[in-house]
């Protein structure tokens, strides 16, 4: 039996070791083979030391046998069997107890299991320790993720998903996006009917626009009325007139836009009132208004102000604003809000318009009070993750939802040539502004000369 389990170990720590060798020329291949068998093994057989190392390990006492009693032979036999006689073989010991393993499953890119979590252990005592195990089972990263009481699940991914991220924005589902991968290999998915209004933060350079290319290129080919605030004079969203049905590049210009989509808010609700329903999604087919997803390019220049003169047009834009996040989940119009700084000095309008963007995407950003403003308040591990991005890797973000979760994330690299084209394709799709919010059309964008 002995013989056959030193064998059994022998085998798997052999594959283990041959298996760092083949990985490195074969990647693809890590679960085949003796691959996954000797990574569970060493995961099982080490989990004591690795716990223990990390701090997650308990002492309990416990009935042990013990060697005390066996007898001495050799010189130092003499006088001290005698002793040995008196001692008891069995005793109560302290013994270190390391939490409890539920069955490693193999996921694409790496494996994920439960623990038990001992007494008086949290979450946050895993997410601590969640490094120093990567580092112990030699993978690119360990998440704690499905927290259920007294148990977490530990998800291990081999190597950096994010690496390379090839998707494709469009998936055919009304108000639904595919701009990236997370970090655990699934595909990124916005939806919109899901969580209403979102919030993009991120420094220069970080990648903000280049979502907001795959979010277009996702949404062009879809039934909906696509409205651009672009307060950099309109050099991100012009090119994209095409599917836009309305842009708008000054102050003024969004405080009018934004007035029409009030009204048409308040309209909206009418006709749910009439026709008895709760939200647009529950009316009839051939009653519901088509959808308007509003996206805002940085938002800090909408509630800056020079002088007091501009404090009236600000006040009315930050109102505006935050009455179009309030009911747009219920009548179908969607904020997708960008900004490379979102703080509380802005003035209370962003406070208040963020907690209404329940879906959160925070790139690489340049003060930590932006990170705070886009996770803080949703999940402080986030927050840590967010912090960590290093500037060479655009598109990689920190993505929360409403639900609780977060992860790691990058977008699909949409170059501005690809959707000002997925603009052009589809910009038969584009409904006028006035036929959406029943009104002559305020701002109607300038269609840039095809090249
Ligand atoms: N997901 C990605 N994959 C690869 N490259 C990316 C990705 N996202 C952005 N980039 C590259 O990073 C650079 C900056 O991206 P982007 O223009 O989107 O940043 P930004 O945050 O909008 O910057 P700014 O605020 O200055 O406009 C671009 O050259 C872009 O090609």
């Not at 000054?250 to 749910?272: H, K, P």
Request: aromatic share 6%; proline share 6%; with cysteine.
């Amino acid at each position: 039996m002995g013989d056959t389990l030193t064998l059994a170990l022998g085998v798997l720590t052999v594959g283990a070791v041959g298996l760092g060798a083949w990985r490195r020329w074969h990647p693809a291949s890590f679960w085949y083979g003796v691959g996954f068998p000797s990574r569970a093994a060493l995961v099982y057989l080490t989990w004591r030391h690795v716990a223990s190392g990390c701090g997650l390990t308990r002492h309990r006492r416990r009935w042990r046998w013990t060697l005390d009693a066996v007898p001495i032979v050799g010189p130092a036999a003499r006088g001290a069997a005698t002793v040995v006689e008196q001692k008891r073989r069995v005793r109560r010991v302290d013994v270190e107890r390391a939490p409890r393993l539920g069955v490693l499953r193999p996921t694409r890119l790496g494996w994920r299991m439960r623990v038990r979590l001992h007494d008086g252990q949290v979450p946050a005592d895993y997410e601590r320790a969640a490094e120093g195990i990567a580092h112990a089972w030699r993978v690119h990263s360990v998440r704690v993720v499905d927290v259920r009481p007294g148990v977490v699940t530990l998800w291990a991914t081999m190597r950096d998903p994010l690496t390379t991220v090839t998707v494709t924005p469009e998936t055919g589902e009304l108000l639904t996006v595919r701009p990236g991968k997370l970090e655990n290999g699934a595909d990124w998915v916005i939806n919109l009917r899901t969580v209403p209004h979102w919030l993009i933060a991120g420094a220069t350079q970080s990648g903000k626009s280049n979502l907001a290319n795959a979010v277009i290129k996702g949404l062009a080919p879809q039934p909906v009325a696509l409205v651009g605030f672009d307060l950099k004079g309109g050099v991100e969203f012009t090119p994209y007139a095409p599917r836009l049905s309305a842009l708008a590049t000054t102050r003024a210009e969004c405080v009018a836009l934004l007035g029409d989509l009030v009204a048409e808010l308040e309209e909206r609700m009418v006709l749910c009132r009439e026709a008895g329903a709760r939200n647009v999604w529950t009316l009839p087919e051939g009653l519901r208004p088509v959808p308007v997803v509003l996206l805002v390019d940085e938002v800090a220049e909408l509630f800056l102000m020079a002088d007091k003169s501009e404090k009236d047009q600000v006040a009315k834009t930050a109102t505006a604003l935050l009455r179009v996040a309030q009911l747009g989940r219920a009548f179908g119009v969607h904020l997708i809000v960008c900004g490379q700084r979102i703080g509380s000095d802005l003035g209370p309008g962003v406070t208040a318009l963020r907690a209404q963007l329940s879906g959160r995407v925070c790139h690489r950003v340049n003060d930590p009070e932006t990170a705070s403003m886009t996770l803080g308040d949703l999940n402080p591990a986030a927050l840590e993750a967010a912090r960590a991005i290093p500037a060479e890797t655009p598109g990689v973000c920190v993505t929360a939802g409403q639900d609780g979760t977060w992860h790691r994330a990058r977008s699909v690299y949409v170059s501005e040539a690809q959707a000002e084209q997925a603009a052009r394709d589809h910009a038969h799709l584009t409904p006028d502004w006035s036929a959406v919010v029943g009104s002559a059309p305020v701002t109607r964008p300038a269609v840039p000369e095809a090249a």
